[in-house]
C-alpha cells in the first residue's frame, strides 16, 4: 500500500449522474485517483466491506477499474465484486449492491455520451440501497476533491478481468463474477417468462439494439437464450470501447436504423434500444414512437398485468420536465403522484420509503423499486409482458390509452453545446420574468404560474432548488427550461414542451406542429435565438 501526494482538482463536482469528462481529462495523472478517494474519503464505516465495481466497457474502463480496485485495497473495503470483463450495465450494478448486501459500488459509465480516445468517461458512486448517491454526498465528494493532498493504492498487479474467480489483492478479496446471471434471474422473477416465450413463439416479432453497448451481453441471454427470440432478434450486441463510433443514445437520431425497421412494410412489429450503461430505453411499435413519459404512463396504467405488479403499485413518480400522462394514471388509480428533479438520485428515497413503485424521465428512462435505477432492458420486458398478456399492438395500447386519459403531446428540444455564459444568462433572465409571467398571454396561451422548481423531498425533508424554470398555462400546457448537468463541453440547454389534448378527434396530429404555439412561445420569452445564436435545437425528441 502507497499513499501518493496530490494536488486538487477544481472540476470534479458530480452532475445529474456522477462525474462527466473528455477521456483527455480523466487520463490527467491522479486525476480519476483523485475524484475516487474523494468518494472514500465521504463515507463512513466501510473498513471490511464489499464495493461493487463495473462499467459499461467505454474506453478507460479497464484502467480505472483497475485503479479502483487497487484503492479499494488501499482504503480498507474488505471485497470487492467485478464484472467479468469490467462490464456491469447500471440497473446490474444496482440489482448486485442490493443481492450481496455491499456497501455500495463504482459505476463507469458516461451513459449515452459518446466513447473513446478524445470522447467521454464517467465515475458514479451508489450507495448501500443500489441507488446514486443523494445530493448530500454528491457534495460533500466535492467538498473533499476540492481538498484532496493524497490518496491510497495498492501496488498489487492488475486482476485478470477475463477470468471469473476469486482473486487477492493485498489483504482484500476480489470476486470476478457473471455480470449477467444474477440479472437475468431477477427479471424471471418479475415477468411472466413462458406468456412472453409462447407470445414470442407464436410470430410476435421483436427487433432489439443494444448500440454496441453495455446490453448486448444481457438482452442476448434474456431475449433470445431465455425467451426463444431468433437469433438475430438482437442486434450490435458486442460492448465496444468506443460504440462502433456512434451515440449509444437511444432515440429517433441514434436509434434511427430500429425505429425505421419496425415502420417498414414487414418488419418487426415491436423494436427497442438502450444506451451506452443500459438504464435507457426506446420502445417502437409498428406505426408508433411512444415516446418516453407516455410509456411511462401506459406501464403505470397496466404494471398489474406482470407477476411483480399484479398487487398494484404504490405511488408513480416522474421527474418534473416528464409529461403529466403518469399523474392522470396516479389519480386514476387512487395512488400517489410525485414530481421530483432531474436524475434517478431523487426517487430513491420515495422508493425506499414504499411510496413510489415505478419511476419514469422523458429522458427515455424507467423503472420500478426492483433496483434503485432506471432499467431499460426491465422496460422492454414488461411492455413484452404487457403485450403478451393484452394480446394487442403497442399501436392500439396507446391508442386506447389516449382515448381513456387524453394525450400528452411532448417534446424535447435540445440546444447542445452553446456558450456556457449564453446558456446561464438566458436562464437568468427567464429567473428575473418569473414573477411578473402569470396573467401574461401569448396567442391563445394565457400563463397561470411560472416558478424555478424547488423539491422538498417528502421523506427526508431535504430540499433542492433551481431545478429548472416552469412556465404553466391555464390550458395545462407547459415549457419547461433547464441546463443539462450530464455535458463535457459547453452548456446544452433542454426546453420541454407539452401540450395536453382530451378530444380523441385531435389525437392523431403531428407532435411539432401541436406544440408550434408553445415553441413560439418559449423562443418569445427567453430569445433562444438572439442569446445562443441557434436558429434551431440540435436534438429534437
Ligand atoms: C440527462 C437526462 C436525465 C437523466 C440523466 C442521466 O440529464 O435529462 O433525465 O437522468 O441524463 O441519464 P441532463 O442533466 O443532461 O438533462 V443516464 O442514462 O446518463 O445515466
Ligand atoms: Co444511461
Redo the contacts with the bound molecule.
Keep these: 500500500m502507497t499513499t501518493i501526494a496530490t494536488t486538487p482538482f477544481d472540476d470534479q463536482k458530480p ?3 456522477g462525474l462527466r469528462k473528455k477521456v483527455p481529462v480523466f487520463s490527467q495523472p491522479h486525476y480519476a485517483e483523485n475524484f475516487i478517494q474523494s468518494v472514500f474519503d465521504s463515507l463512513d464505516d466501510y473498513a471490511g466491506k464489499t464495493l461493487v465495481i463495473g462499467g459499461d466497457g467505454r474506453y478507460l474502463n479497464r484502467t480505472v477499474i483497475q485503479t479502483a480496485i487497487k484503492m479499494a485495497a488501499a482504503n480498507g473495503f474488505g471485497k470487492v465484486m467485478v464484472g467479468k470483463g469490467g462490464i456491469l450495465s ?1 440497473p446490474a450494478a444496482s440489482n448486485m449492491i442490493r443481492k450481496y448486501q455491499a456497501f455500495g459500488g463504482i459505476i463507469l ?1 458516461a ?2 455520451n459518446p466513447g473513446g480516445p478524445n470522447e467521454d468517461f464517467g465515475i458514479k458512486y451508489n450507495t448501500g440501497n443500489g441507488g446514486p448517491a443523494p445530493e448530500k454526498i454528491t457534495d460533500a465528494i466535492f467538498e473533499r476533491s476540492k481538498l484532496i493532498d493524497r490518496y491510497r493504492i495498492s501496488e498489487a498487479p492488475d486482476v485478470p478481468l477475463d477470468e471469473i474467480g476469486i482473486y487477492t489483492v493485498d489483504d482484500m478479496e476480489v470476486e470476478v463474477f457473471d455480470p449477467v446471471a444474477d440479472y437475468a434471474e431477477l427479471m424471471e422473477e418479475l415477468f411472466d417468462f413462458d406468456t412472453i416465450r409462447t407470445f414470442l413463439a407464436n410470430g410476435f416479432e421483436i427487433a432489439f439494439d443494444a448500440m454496441s453497448a453495455v446490453t448486448g451481453p444481457y438482452a442476448k441471454e434474456i431475449l433470445e437464450n431465455r425467451l426463444g427470440a431468433p437469433e438475430g432478434t438482437v442486434r450490435n450486441f458486442t460492448p465496444l470501447e468506443d460504440f462502433g463510433g456512434h451515440h449509444p443514445d437511444p432515440n429517433l437520431v441514434h436509434a434511427k436504423e430500429l425505429y425505421d425497421e419496425v415502420m417498414s412494410e414487414g418488419g418487426p412489429a415491436f423494436g427497442a434500444a438502450s ?1 451506452g ?1 443500459g ?2 430505453n426506446m420502445v417502437v411499435g409498428k406505426g408508433i414512437f411512444i415516446t418516453p413519459s407516455d410509456s411511462l404512463a401506459v406501464l403505470a396504467a397496466n404494471a398489474h398485468l406482470a407477476p411483480a405488479y399484479k398487487g398494484g403499485l404504490a405511488g408513480i413518480a416522474r ?1 418534473m420536465p416528464t409529461s403529466q400522462a403518469a399523474d392522470r394514471v396516479a389519480e386514476k388509480l387512487g395512488i400517489g403522484a410525485y414530481e421530483t428533479p ?3 438520485k431523487f426517487f430513491g428515497n420515495l422508493l425506499d420509503a414504499g411510496k413510489a413503485t415505478l419511476c419514469g ?3 427515455f ?1 424507467t423503472g420500478s423499486n426492483h433496483v434503485r435505477e ?1 432499467d431499460g432492458l426491465w422496460a422492454v420486458l414488461l411492455w413484452l409482458n404487457i403485450l403478451a398478456m393484452r394480446g394487442e399492438s403497442a399501436y392500439d395500447i396507446v391508442k386506447s390509452h389516449w382515448a381513456e386519459y387524453g394525450r400528452n403531446y411532448y417534446s424535447r428540444h435540445d440546444y447542445e453545446g452553446i456558450d456556457t455564459d449564453a446558456a446561464n444568462g438566458l436562464m437568468d433572465a427567464l429567473r428575473d420574468k418569473l414573477e411578473t409571467l402569470p396573467g401574461t398571454t401569448f396567442g391563445e396561451l394565457t400563463v397561470a404560474e411560472a416558478d424555478d422548481f424547488a423539491y422538498h423531498d417528502p421523506v427526508d425533508g431535504s430540499v433542492s432548488k433551481k431545478q429548472g424554470v416552469r412556465i404553466m398555462f391555464e390550458s395545462g400546457s407547459r415549457v419547461v427550461f ?1 441546463l ?4 463535457t463541453s459547453g452548456a ?1 440547454l ?1 426546453v420541454y414542451l407539452e401540450h395536453y389534448e382530451p378530444d380523441p378527434a385531435k389525437h392523431d396530429q403531428d407532435t411539432q406542429e401541436t406544440l408550434a404555439e408553445l415553441i413560439a412561445y418559449a423562443e418569445h420569452i427567453a430569445g433562444i435565438v438572439a442569446r445562443t445564436g441557434r436558429t434551431e435545437p440540435t436534438v429534437i425528441t
Design positions: 452532475g445529474t449522474s447500471t459509465s451513459s449515452h444506451d450503461d438504464d435507457r421527474s432531474t436524475g434517478w424521465e422523458e429522458s428512462g432506471k433547464r443539462s448537468g450530464t455535458g446544452t433542454r
